[in-house]
């Protein structure tokens, strides 16, 4: 009898920890363009899109801030607005944080994109680099992405391991609760003899 409800409460944890981190996982790709951590937004409608592709460890895959390996890597700068593809917009990748006191490591000099795409190719080690994309318009259009090459993310960590931390301390509840109402019950029937 124990082990039967102990087996159906386990079954239900694990039923509703799947739904609930499958949600999780499936969300990146149901957001709107809007609240795409690799978007950025100037004003009421100027936008770009930032993707960084590593094709000799990972063909397919596509990163925005958090690149996992170091070497070759290909930047790829979306002007999402027209309005961007008709003045000269360039893109700078700097080691660091700063546009003006840190080492630029990759430039491509401001020109018109009337296809909407700068591509930029560069060679990334281990640290923080920003992007910078300027667009010589006025006032002036000014989009920054935080680069973090082969770097821990130590909230991403934490953020996929809270849903079996949850589902392993529920069902260590759960079997305390059995386990202490069957002693409960055997105590009393004990007294009562």
């Not at 950025?40 to 460890?57: C, K, T």
Request: charged residues 25%; hydrophobic residues 40%; positive net charge.
């Amino acid at each position: 009898m124990v082990i039967k409800r102990v087996m159906q409460a386990c079954t239900s944890v694990l039923a509703l920890a799947a739904a609930l981190y499958c949600g999780a996982a499936g969300a990146h790709g149901k957001v709107t363009m809007e609240e795409d951590t690799c978007m950025r937004r100037m004003g009421d409608n100027s936008m770009v899109h930032l993707s960084a592709y590593q094709p000799q460890y990972e063909p397919g895959d596509q990163y925005c801030t958090e690149i996992p390996k170091e070497g070759e890597t290909f930047l790829v700068v979306d002007l999402v607005d027209q309005a961007l593809r008709d003045i000269p917009v360039g893109m700078r990748i700097v080691r660091g944080t700063s546009e003006a006191e840190d080492e630029t490591v990759t430039y491509v000099r401001p020109s018109y994109h009337p296809d909407g795409v700068i591509k930029g190719e560069t060679t990334l080690d281990k640290g923080l680099y920003t992007v910078f994309i300027t667009g010589d318009a006025v006032p002036p259009v000014h989009y920054q992405y935080p680069l973090r090459v082969r770097m821990i993310n130590y909230t991403n960590i934490f953020r996929s391991a809270i849903g079996p931390l949850i589902v392993m301390m529920l069902l260590s509840l759960f079997a305390y609760k059995i386990v202490k109402s069957r002693r409960m019950r055997n105590w009393m029937d004990s007294r009562r003899r």
